[in-house]
């Protein structure tokens, strides 16, 4: 089946099977491997991307349900050879250890930082909720997405 997709800003046409999903699309098609296969069912959030701004778990979306969205991956987030606020955060915060839910972790709080700009402690909790991580014990991400609306509030005032 052909579909067409925007990957980062990238026109994509692939020919695929209806099987295929969108994960191994973005990782094997687009060549794009910052988006992780953890678990393949929908728990770990590794693969979570945005597909036309919503944060959506890629291992459960079929690539032909993508037909025509436009995708960001974590790879699209830095903008300019700079980082986005959130992948700022996560650097100065110390948000990751081995790194692994970090590309889903980051995508969800763009997400939410989209939608809820001044974010509580509990709607980052919330926000970040269907990404597990089993390093950090999740307080360094909350402070990272802090620190990442603190940033964009202030760059926007």
């Not at 800003?9 to 491997?33: C, F, M, N, Q, S």
């Not at 979570?48 to 037909?67: E, H, I, M, P, R």
């Not at 989209?114 to 991400?141: A, F, V």
Request: aromatic content about 4%; proline content about 3%; overall charge negative.
């Amino acid at each position: 089946m052909k579909i067409t997709l925007t990957i980062n800003g990238k026109k994509y046409e692939e020919d695929v099977e209806p099987r295929l999903l969108l994960v191994h699309l973005i990782r094997e098609r687009a060549g794009l491997t910052g988006t992780h296969i953890g678990c393949e069912s929908s728990i770990c959030g590794a693969c979570t991307v945005l597909v036309d701004g919503k944060s959506v778990k890629s291992c459960t979306l079929l690539a032909v349900q993508a037909n025509g969205a436009d995708l960001t991956t974590v790879e699209g987030l830095s903008t300019n050879g700079g980082l986005h606020p959130v992948q700022e955060g996560f650097w100065e915060k110390h948000g990751l250890q081995c790194g692994f839910c970090t590309p889903g972790m980051l995508m969800s709080a763009c997400e939410l930082l989209k939608h809820q700009p001044d974010p509580t402690e509990e709607q980052i909790r919330q926000g970040i909720e269907g990404n597990l991580c089993r390093c950090t014990g999740y307080q360094n991400i909350v402070d990272a997405v802090r620190y990442a609306a603190d940033k964009i509030n202030s760059q926007s005032a």
